[in-house]
């Protein structure tokens, strides 16, 4: 009886820790990549998954989120770039939306003269 509910805890806790590598961000694990964490996980399922609740899983996993942070990601990667210039930031954003706009007009155009 014990075996069995022992044995399906292992296999709760190592599916759970599996699908949290899996689902980490990779800039925010922990010691190893995280391939080198999916293997440890996957051949050493008991160990691996504590080893990697210990020292491999991201600190901020439960709070991923807080009020402040940047909508964007990855702009708070580090070595990553951060617009200095946010007017020229959103110069660019509203040209690539022009862009974009008259790509779609140019197909419909295309589109009603084909059909």
């Known amino acids: 009886m014990y075996y069995g509910l022992f044995g399906l805890l292992v296999l709760a806790l ?3 820790c ?6 980490a961000d990779e800039w925010a694990i922990r010691n190893l990549s995280k ?7 996957l051949f050493l399922p008991t160990v691996g998954s504590v080893i990697w609740l210990v020292a ?6 439960t709070a991923r989120r807080r009020p402040g942070d940047s909508p964007f990601p990855e702009y708070d990667r580090p070595g990553r770039h ?4 946010p ?7 509203r040209r690539c939306r022009e862009r974009a706009e008259e790509q779609r007009r140019i197909a419909r ?3 009603q003269s084909e059909g």
Do not use: M, Y
């Open 109 to 111: 155009e295309r589109k």
């Open 56 to 61: 491999g899983r991201p600190q901020h996993a």
């Open 18 to 23: 599996l699908v949290d590598v899996i689902t």
């Open 82 to 85: 951060v617009p200095v210039d």
């Open 14 to 16: 190592w599916l759970f």
């Open 87 to 93: 007017a020229a930031d959103a110069e660019f954003l």
């Open 35 to 41: 391939t080198s964490w999916l293997l440890i996980v």
